[in-house]
Each structure stands twice: as structure tokens, then as C-alpha cells.
T-cell receptor
Framework: EDQVTQSPEALRLQEGESSSLNCSYT??????LFWYRQDPGKGPEFLFT???AGEEKEKERLKATLTKKESFLHITAPKPEDSATYLC??????????????FGIGTKLQVIP | GAVVSQHPSRVICKSGTSVKIECRSL??????MFWYRQFPKKSLMLMAT?????????EQGVEKDKFLINHASLTLSTLTVTSAHPEDSSFYIC??????????FGSGTRLTVV
């Protein structure tokens, strides 16, 4: 069974204090790994897609990396507006031949001024 | 960018009534739409996959007669919660897939059944 585990569940940082969020996965036939940001009461907002081990992508203060077993979302010098829940999801091809996405429960990040 | 518009954002209904949630792709054609349910402190749970012009594919454990999905056009998919009960109260989110963009999500619908 496909599994996606995110850690920590919650993270509290001081403004400017860099850190990393982890997403470990156990799937067969990974097609892609996604990172999303979700604000309370809103739908997830797309951040990155990673397809192969060694791939990295950056956007402002965020950088996502991928290995064969896990992905990291690095947050450099975070600001209070980075406070949100960050979701990781993996996409695989299931036995029926169509794509399936499995989400982790997310890491709730709070950045304190 | 690709936008999925979801309505309503919040709805309160009485037990036993039905509620329809709409998702529209505003600037692209969505051949496939996905419907999720999200519980507090839980991951997004895929309920069903809807393909334009054909029957939806439901995940195991999801009652197809309770959660009716219609995807009659390339820009509109609807989820109808029939004979709603308090345990159906949840946050429902739709999404569409885009090449190299992952999935774009609607803003979600908070359903409360009283």
C-alpha cells in the first residue's frame, strides 16, 4: 500500500530561522511528488513537482529536493506569511492504469515575528 | 494560471436534504476531476475520479449512491451529497490535473449538516 509520511506534524519557527520539512514515501512506480501549501479553510496551492531523485526546485524562500525515499522542503529565513500547512503528495500509476495521488497529513508551520 | 472555481465555499443544510457542490475549470478543459474529503488533522482522502462523459470511479468505501458525481462537460463537475447526515459534515475539495503542473485545487466547500 502506498504510504506518505510527513514530519514533523507541527513546527514553530522564529522569523528568519531556517528549517526543513520531511516527506518520506513508500510507493511502487512513482510518477511524481508534489508539494502544496494550504491555508486554513482553503484548497491546496501548488508549489512544486519533482519527478526524479536528485531533482531540486526553488521558489522564493522554498527549495524542494527529492531522493528515492524522501523529499525535503527547505525554508530559508521564513517570514510570518509563510505560516501554513505544507502538504506532500505522491502520484503513481495504479493497477487500473490511471493515476492516483496519495497525500500526507501535512506539516503545520507557524512562523513567529 | 489554471484556476478551478468551487462553489459554494460554505453550506449548512438540514439532515436528510441534498447538497450540490460545483467545480468549474475557468481557463482550461478538465478531462478529469478529482473529489477529495478532508478531515481535521488527516490527509486529503480521494473519494472519486470523474471523467468527462463517463461514470465516475469511486474509491473503496465511498458510497456511490450517497455521493453522486456528474462531469457532463469539460469545464464542470458536480458532487451531490444526497440525504446528508451529520457525519457527512466535512471539507470537500475538487481538483483537476494539468501536465507538469500537478494538480490545481478548488478553494473547498465546508459542509455542515445539522
Amino acid at each position: 500500500e502506498d504510504q506518505v509520511t510527513q514530519s514533523p506534524e507541527a513546527l514553530r519557527l522564529q522569523e528568519g530561522e531556517s528549517s526543513s520539512l520531511n516527506c518520506s514515501y513508500t510507493v511502487s512506480g512513482l510518477r511524481g511528488l508534489f508539494w502544496y501549501r494550504q491555508d486554513p479553510g482553503k484548497g491546496p496551492e501548488f508549489l512544486f513537482t519533482l519527478y526524479s531523485a536528485g531533482e531540486e526546485k526553488e521558489k522564493e524562500r522554498l527549495k524542494a529536493t527529492l531522493t528515492k525515499k524522501e523529499s525535503f522542503l527547505h525554508i530559508t529565513a521564513p517570514k510570518p506569511e509563510d505560516s501554513a500547512t505544507y502538504l506532500c503528495a505522491v502520484q503513481v500509476w495504479n493497477s487500473g492504469g490511471y493515476q492516483k495521488v496519495t497525500f500526507g497529513i501535512g506539516t503545520k508551520l507557524q512562523v513567529i515575528p | 494560471g489554471a484556476v478551478v472555481s468551487q462553489h459554494p465555499s460554505r453550506v449548512i443544510c438540514k439532515s436528510g436534504t441534498s447538497v450540490k457542490i460545483e467545480c468549474r475549470s475557468l481557463d482550461f478543459q478538465a478531462t478529469t476531476m478529482f473529489w477529495y474529503r478532508q478531515f481535521p488533522k488527516k490527509s486529503l482522502m480521494l473519494m472519486a475520479t470523474s471523467n468527462e462523459g463517463s461514470k465516475a470511479t469511486y474509491e473503496q468505501g465511498v458510497e456511490k449512491d450517497k455521493f453522486l458525481i456528474n462531469h457532463a462537460s469539460l469545464t464542470l463537475s458536480t458532487l451531490t451529497v444526497t440525504s446528508a447526515h451529520p457525519e457527512d459534515s466535512s471539507f470537500y475539495i475538487c481538483s483537476a490535473s494539468l501536465p507538469d503542473y500537478g494538480y490545481t485545487f478548488g478553494s473547498g466547500t465546508r459542509l455542515t449538516v445539522v
